[in-house]
């Protein structure tokens, strides 16, 4: 009898699974439950469809339904699970006002996450209308609301909060006020480097307003936009009143093979709970990267034995990421020094400098500011910043790469890398931040 898996989720994490089941398995039942009208589409690129790079926002779907039917996988769209019973193993759905109910042999939960609007917060916003940017159908909102608005409000300045800022400033001109807790990109840049995002979005007409909550909206008009980017929060209510396992990030728990603590139920993407390669500690992670590899390892293994020599390992977490933001590409992998002095786990020795992309007789350089920082202890990397104007994520993936093979200072400054007056300078900027960490270093031994 073919193996029934059902995937609860179709988003990247959901479609991922699905596809890599299938390959894995070509006789399997596979069926996937989204409670989306519009099959895996890219969250990421929402803010580029409301600021006009993307033409339409039915660009951004990745996996139209023709390819989960040419694969023969049961997509069912506009369907919300209801319940979940492991001993009998059936997914309880609700789809155009019917219950339904699936059995499985193998399940995985790619549920998500929702948009995390906080109790005190809503009290602020009372009545006002605002929004928030998670599907289509947010994008499609915010659009019909900036086309007749002048000024913006954007609380949080995430990804998707700093991204969307410049697409209501760019293409509908408004007048653009970020509101943050913190400080711009707290989670992957020290203030140092934060700063210059801050210089680039105030040099660019947008206001910031940092270390501050909203506590009063009487000065916003009634016809701003108010958009909501105050990070996410893990769906797992559901599965949680089943018996299945959450870990103290609020994610689902898993093993190394992506299991929760049923063995034929998995989990991957924004829902479960990962675990840091850095630091070994629980952690959730919004991105789309993982989300795609995670699901990969989650499908594969859900259509094999649960003994099989071939069933693949959750992939490495660095936090590596990257951003463009108005002309400037910002990213970082590992965790910042401001994480290290507050959680004392290593003592850390950084290094921070400017230098040209480009050599400097070569025209269309320009300046690449990078922060490496190492633990002073055993000179290993352990995080990474950069910012500049463009090849900034093959830089962050080189520093992924160090941290992952627990590459020292040393080992940095004796690396080769390529050189051409018009694509490279004799001397990469990660090898000079390098150099200036090894001063840092051997000036405290001193």
Known sequence: MPKRIVIIGGGTAGAS?????????????????????????????????IGGVIPALENLV?????????????????????????????VTYRQADKDGIINYDALIITSGSVPSVPGPLLKVLGSRRYFVLRTIDDARRIMAQAASA???????????????????KEKYKLDVTLIEQFRVLWRMLDVDTSKLVYDHLVAHGIKVR????????????ESAVIIVSAGIRPETAIFKEAGIEVGPSGGIKTNEYLQTNFPDIYTAGDCAESVSGATGEPLLIGLGTIAARQGVAAGINASLPADSIDRKTVPIILNASVLK??????????????YFKKT????????????????????????????????????????????GQSAVGARVN??????????????????????????????EPITIAAQALERVIKAKKI
Request: proline share 4%; with cysteine.
């Open 150 to 168: 002048k000024s913006a409000l954007i609380i949080g300045a995430s990804f998707i909060g700093l991204e969307t800022a410049e697409a209501l």
């Open 210 to 221: 940092e270390n501050e909550t909203l506590s009063d909206l009487s000065a916003v008009p």
């Open 17 to 49: 699974a699905a596809l890599a089941a299938r390959k894995s398995d070509r006789q399997a039942v596979i069926t996937v439950l989204s409670r989306e009208a519009y099959p895996t589409y890219s969250r990421c690129g929402l803010p580029f469809a």
């Open 62 to 90: 990745v996996f139209p339904e023709k390819v989960f039917a040419a694969q023969k996988i049961d997509l069912k769209l506009n369907t919300e699970v209801t319940k979940l019973n492991v001993q009998t193993k059936e």
């Open 325 to 338: 933001l108005l002309g400037r590409e910002i990213g970082s992998a590992g965790f910042t020094e401001e």
């Open 344 to 387: 004392g786990k290593i003592s850390t020795a950084s290094g921070t400098i400017k230098f040209l992309s480009l050599p400097h007789y070569y025209p269309g350089g320009s300046d690449v500011h990078v922060k490496l920082i190492a633990d002073r202890s055993t000179g290993a990397i352990v995080g990474g910043q950069v910012l």
């Open 398 to 427: 080189m520093i992924s790469l160090m941290i992952e093979n627990r590459m020292t200072v040393s080992d940095v400054l004796r690396s080769d890398f390529c050189y051409s007056p018009p694509v490279a300078d004799i001397w």
